[in-house]
Every structure is written in structure tokens, then in C-alpha cells.
């Protein structure tokens, strides 16, 4: 079974950026669509950038324009871009398939404080 692990979160300004990494184990990630998901404090996690297996991608409203999720397959990683960042963008960020989900990594953690 796919395992990732996500990495690069950490405490930021409002207005600052990070960028996220997710690996993945195995053969199979070039063939998943692949989420970025995030769960705020006490909230439900939620899907909000997902990529394609030719890299087409789709956001949620509420990080259209601000995150870029991308790809590199024979890295088997992803990566999210996320800028000007908001003080409601705190959350945990996880990755895995954006369909049919598999077993979930530890996340990484994302603060926007000043």
C-alpha cells in the first residue's frame, strides 16, 4: 500500500509562502491523481488542490490563485506552493489520492501567525 510523507510546513507571517513536499512509496504515483488536503483546527480535513496524471490541476475557491500543486513523477513527489498565506490557511496539510483515499501520512503542520 502507497505511503506518504509530507514535509516543509513550519510557522509563517501572514503574507509569507512555503512550500510543501509529499513522497510517496512504490511504483504507482504517476498513475494517481494526487490531493493536497488540509484540516484546520477542530474543523473537518478538506481537499483543496488536486493534480492529474498529465498535470492538469484544481483548486478550491478558497486558495485559487494563492497555491500552485505540482508534480514530479519520477521523483514520486508532489509539492505544494502556497503563498500569500492567510491566518485561516493554519492547518495540518496531507497529501494522498485525491479518489479513493489510502491510509493517511502524519501531515505537516502549517501556522500563519504573526
Known amino acids: 500500500q502507497v505511503q506518504f510523507v509530507e514535509s516543509g510546513g513550519g510557522l509563517v507571517q501572514p503574507g509569507g509562502s512555503l512550500k510543501l513536499s509529499c513522497a510517496a512509496s512504490?511504483?504507482?504515483?504517476?498513475?494517481?491523481?494526487i490531493g493536497w488536503y488540509r484540516q484546520p483546527p477542530g474543523k473537518q480535513r478538506e481537499l483543496v488542490a488536486h493534480i492529474t496524471r498529465s498535470g492538469s490541476t484544481n483548486y478550491a475557491d478558497s486558495v485559487k490563485g494563492r497555491f500552485t500543486i505540482d508534480r514530479d513523477n519520477a521523483k514520486n513527489t508532489a509539492y505544494l506552493q502556497m503563498n500569500s498565506l492567510k491566518p485561516e490557511d493554519t492547518a495540518i496539510y496531507y497529501c494522498n489520492r485525491a479518489t479513493d483515499p489510502g491510509s493517511w501520512g502524519r501531515g505537516t503542520q502549517v501556522t500563519v501567525s504573526s
Open positions: 512504490g511504483s504507482m504515483f504517476r498513475l494517481y491523481i
